[in-house]
């Protein structure tokens, strides 16, 4: 089949194999030429070529071999680039670890229902601050839910600032405020004495104590499953609030807030619901409140929302409102009676009265109708006294 040349030889009757050197590996391309002496000799000229090009850097293998197997292990891959929304991804794996149950549930909504399907395929680092404000001003929803949002995307760009994957974090110190009109509806809609008479009435056994104790303590629902017996201070007269659980978490955790670990004292009312209670759980020496369907401990406020709430409301003949309204309404009763809004911020775990301030202020109004007339007693009688016999 004609004579033999350096790195070329026959392969079969219809091709020539070219043998060569490329980037340390030895490589074997097949062309299909019948090995004629001429042919060989082209194929020579060829291989030349190509080494001549590998030594001047400029062999683009591909494009010399196109329909090559081994060509593919040299193509260039472009640099993968890091979107927000790989970032987020990763970054919510690691938080899961870190964070309570329903906490990470709301980062896990926020990152997978926002954020990656409006901003997830903007490289890393090219999200500007502009990028987000017009993400934030054409985004329907609330102020609120929008510095929520923000907010976990601020957390996340944090962390990659720290783990040296962007320069800086564009939203650092950053807020974007949204105007709103006022509210149309006040969320703060509290049970009248009336309507508690009339949803205690149609509730029995254990879900009347539960919602007779939410009544009286102000205590977040969350908190009201996760308690136990032994929370219970019966000399002192007080609760002691230390967990929290809801649908997400599937054992109890630490409370919403550091100043939601508190005591809550009982009142009367909160008292009685507890003693109607101890047939039903003390026992067990565990959890205070079940489920009476299931006898085992509550899975969260969704089953108290949907199996008895809504169904005694109705029955009740009471406008439906939210299980939290419970808490409003020992906010305002206490308020309303003329109860310290330190102590009221106290029992409901708030940090200071400047929640209770902006929350409940209307009923702080109907605290004291005669207002003043305290201190006019105490000092203008004093005051106007000396004035006229000066």
Same mark, same amino acid.
């Given at each position: 089949?004609? @004579?033999?040349?350096?790195?070329?030889?026959?392969?079969?009757?219809?091709?020539?194999? =070219?043998?060569?050197?490329?980037? !340390?590996? @030895?490589?074997?391309?097949?062309?299909?030429?019948?090995?004629? &002496?001429?042919?060989?000799?082209?194929?020579?000229? +060829?291989?030349?070529?190509?080494?001549?090009?590998?030594? @001047?850097?400029?062999?683009?293998?591909?494009?010399?071999?196109?329909?090559?197997?081994?060509?593919?292990?040299?193509?260039?891959?472009?640099?993968?680039?890091?979107?927000?929304?790989?970032?987020?991804?990763?970054?919510?794996?690691?938080?899961?670890?870190?964070?309570?149950?329903?906490?990470?549930?709301?980062?896990?909504?926020?990152?997978?229902?926002?954020? =990656?399907?409006?901003?997830?395929?903007?490289?890393?680092?090219?999200?500007?601050?502009?990028? =987000?404000?017009?993400?934030?001003?054409?985004?329907?929803? !609330?102020?609120?839910?929008?510095?929520? %949002?923000?907010?976990?995307?601020?957390?996340?760009?944090?962390?990659?600032?720290?783990?040296?994957? %962007?320069?800086?974090?564009?939203?650092?110190?950053?807020?974007?405020?949204?105007?709103? !009109?006022?509210?149309?509806?006040?969320?703060?809609?509290?049970?009248?004495?009336?309507?508690?008479?009339?949803?205690?009435?149609?509730?029995?056994?254990?879900? #009347?104590?539960?919602? #007779?104790?939410?009544?009286?303590?102000?205590?977040?629902?969350?908190?009201?499953?996760?308690?136990?017996?032994?929370?219970?201070?019966?000399? @002192? !007269?007080?609760?002691? =609030?230390?967990? /929290?659980?809801?649908?997400?978490?599937?054992?109890?955790?630490?409370?919403?807030?550091?100043?939601?670990?508190?005591?809550?004292?009982?009142?009367?009312?909160?008292?009685?619901?507890?003693?109607?209670?101890? &047939?039903?759980?003390?026992?067990?020496?565990?959890? %205070?409140?079940?489920?009476?369907?299931?006898?085992?401990?509550?899975?969260?406020?969704? &089953?108290?929302?949907?199996?008895?709430?809504? &169904?005694?409301?109705?029955?009740?003949?009471? %406008?439906?409102?939210?299980?939290?309204?419970?808490? +409003?309404?020992?906010?305002?009763?206490?308020?309303?009676?003329?109860?310290?809004?330190?102590?009221?911020?106290? #029992?409901?775990? +708030?940090?200071?009265?400047?929640?209770?301030?902006?929350?409940?202020?209307?009923?702080?109004?109907?605290?004291?109708?005669?207002?003043?007339?305290?201190?006019?007693?105490?000092?203008?009688?004093?005051?106007? /006294?000396?004035?006229?016999?000066?």
């Amino acid at each position: 089949m004609g @004579r033999n040349l350096d790195g070329v030889r026959a392969a079969s009757a219809k091709t020539i194999e =070219i043998d060569f050197y490329y980037a !340390g590996a @030895r490589c074997r391309e097949r062309i299909k030429l019948v090995p004629t &002496p001429a042919n060989l000799k082209r194929a020579a000229q +060829h291989r030349a070529s190509i080494l001549d090009a590998i030594a @001047r850097g400029v062999f683009d293998y591909l494009t010399t071999f196109p329909k090559s197997k081994t060509a593919l292990k040299f193509v260039k891959k472009p640099e993968s680039v890091l979107t927000l929304e790989l970032y987020l991804e990763s970054w919510l794996k690691q938080k899961e670890r870190e964070l309570k149950a329903s906490t990470y549930k709301d980062y896990e909504r926020i990152v997978y229902k926002v954020l =990656i399907p409006r901003l997830g395929k903007t490289p890393l680092g090219e999200l500007t601050r502009s990028m =987000i404000r017009t993400f934030a001003s054409e985004y329907e929803a !609330g102020s609120k839910r929008i510095r929520n %949002i923000l907010s976990v995307l601020r957390i996340s760009l944090t962390n990659a600032v720290e783990d040296e994957l %962007i320069e800086n974090n564009p939203i650092a110190e950053w807020s974007c405020k949204i105007n709103e !009109g006022p509210k149309e509806v006040d969320d703060v809609d509290p049970f009248t004495a009336e309507e508690q008479i009339a949803i205690l009435s149609v509730l029995t056994g254990q879900v #009347q104590n539960l919602v #007779q104790f939410a009544f009286w303590t102000g205590a977040r629902t969350s908190e009201l499953v996760a308690l136990e017996w032994k929370d219970i201070d019966w000399n @002192r !007269g007080v609760v002691r =609030i230390r967990r /929290a659980k809801t649908q997400e978490s599937k054992v109890a955790e630490v409370t919403k807030t550091t100043s939601g670990n508190r005591e809550i004292k009982l009142l009367p009312p909160a008292l009685e619901a507890l003693k109607a209670q101890k &047939p039903f759980t003390f026992l067990k020496g565990k959890e %205070i409140f079940q489920n009476p369907r299931t006898m085992e401990p509550w899975k969260g406020d969704l &089953p108290i929302r949907q199996s008895y709430w809504k &169904p005694a409301l109705k029955r009740a003949g009471v %406008i439906y409102r939210r299980p939290y309204q419970t808490r +409003h309404t020992y906010a305002s009763m206490m308020l309303s009676a003329g109860e310290n809004p330190m102590w009221v911020a106290q #029992q409901m775990g +708030h940090k200071d009265w400047s929640m209770i301030r902006k929350v409940y202020g209307r009923f702080m109004a109907e605290v004291v109708p005669n207002a003043g007339e305290s201190a006019v007693r105490a000092f203008a009688s004093k005051i106007f /006294a000396e004035r006229k016999t000066a």
